[in-house]
């Protein structure tokens, strides 16, 4: 059984930058997706991006392309999202979420529904 703890968050203001980490425990990442999700109040999670842990490839959501970015530590079984240029808009409960290991390649998960484990989130405001 994963667990995942998020940390990081806080205010800032718009074109701020943040780092949010995402700390694994009861086993280690190594095939997994992790994703970044996000829910702002009154709307749905969305998704932010993804990282693959086995190669460190990831993927993000347009809303976020070029100023976003997740990398992994292995040593730590923590990945993070360094969250640049932030706009008010940006201002969300960010989560991380952990899949099942994944045994195929060229696709990645991006709906809620295709992970297992999630963290309990993390505020982060964004000031106008």
């Known amino acids: 059984q994963v667990q995942l703890v998020e940390s990081g968050g806080g205010l800032v203001q718009a074109g701020g930058s943040l780092r949010l980490a995402c700390a694994a425990s009861?086993?280690?990442?190594?095939?997994?997706?992790i994703g970044w999700f996000r829910q702002a109040p009154g709307k749905e999670r969305e998704f932010v991006g993804i990282?693959?842990?086995?190669?460190?490839?990831?993927d993000y959501a347009d809303s976020v392309k070029g100023r976003f970015t997740i990398s992994r530590d292995n040593a730590k079984n923590t990945a993070y999202l360094q969250m640049n240029s932030l706009k008010p808009e940006d201002t969300a409960v960010y989560y991380c979420?952990?899949?099942?290991?994944?045994?195929?390649?060229?696709?990645?998960?991006?709906?809620?529904?295709?992970?297992?484990?999630w963290g309990q989130g993390t505020q982060v405001t964004v000031s106008s």
């Open positions: 009861g086993g280690t990442l190594s095939r997994q997706f």
């Open positions: 979420a952990a899949s099942d290991p994944i045994y195929g390649s060229g696709y990645y998960f991006t709906r809620v529904g295709q992970y297992k484990y």
């Open positions: 990282i693959r842990w086995s190669f460190g490839s990831t």
